[in-house]
């Protein structure tokens, strides 16, 4: 007989807690491993993406990577040909490494360094691009020999990810900022949070869907996020709303 099913959202929020308490880069780094571990993962790396005049190292916020592997991939410049990377460029949605497509004979370049990731162990993945409204941000990719990753799993990965993300530029940058929601949109972002859709908040709350979408597109404008998900991220890293 199986055991009860994991709560995963759950999981997602006792990792943006403990997040919370944690004041220095490392201690972040020993929290995305301890709590993505649950999940298969056993490296991951957190950069933005460089532009043709910029080096991908001196862009990674946090990492953890077989430092070999990491030294093969900046000394060699493989982010200007990594699949991955092209593909992060391209979406907001994340994606497994085994949905990137890429041809071998086109990117010969490509196909070696996917090989050379697996010879480090990395050979399933699971990447989330991180996005503003004036572009792109960041990537957090993450690899291990056997993913758990489903339906259940992947928002809350995704949701960890994107405050992970904010925990560490937090941490490296300090930037206190008020608060710029009005109340209906904290409340908005707040049930959103507890994974209600636009549909059922607006019964909540006793107005049309399209008055909450409406909300969430204005409270996505004021945090500069991508999407509902990267705003509730936001919204809980710099205490604007609360669970």
């Known amino acids: 007989m199986s055991g009860p099913s994991p709560d995963h959202s759950t999981e997602g929020f006792d990792f943006i807690q403990e997040l919370d308490q944690l004041a220095t880069s490392d201690e972040i ?52 040909h990594d699949p991955v990377i092209r593909l992060c460029r391209q979406t907001v ?3 497994e490494w085994a949905e990137v497509p890429y041809d071998p004979e086109t990117n010969p370049k490509g196909a070696a360094i996917m090989r050379g990731a697996a010879e480090f162990g990395m050979k399933q993945g699971y990447c989330l691009p991180i996005h ?14 056997q ?37 209906r949109e904290k409340e908005t972002l707040r049930w959103a949070a507890l994974g209600k859709s636009a549909a059922d908040t607006g019964e909540i709350l006793g107005v049309t869907e399209r008055t909450i979408t409406a909300h969430i597109g204005s409270a996505c404008q ?7 998900t990267h705003a509730v991220a936001r919204a809980l890293q710099h205490r604007l709303i609360e669970i």
């Open 147 to 183: 993913l758990d990753l489903t339906p259940q799993t992947k928002p809350a990965l995704h949701l960890m990810a994107i405050y992970a993300f904010e925990r560490a530029r937090q941490v490296l940058a300090p930037s206190p900022q008020p608060n710029p929601l009005t109340a």
């Open 93 to 95: 949605q994340p994606f």
């Open 29 to 80: 780094v020993d929290a995305m491993e301890r709590s993505f571990a649950r999940f298969g993962f056993e490296n991951f790396i957190v950069t933005g993406l460089p532009h043709p005049d910029q080096r991908i190292e001196t862009l990674v916020l946090l990492k953890k990577w077989p430092l070999d592997w990491y030294r093969r991939y900046t000394h060699n410049g493989y982010d200007r």
């Open 132 to 145: 503003g409204l004036n572009g792109f941000e960041a990537c957090l990719s993450m690899s291990g020999p």
């Open 222 to 228: 004021k945090l500069s996020a991508a999407n509902k």
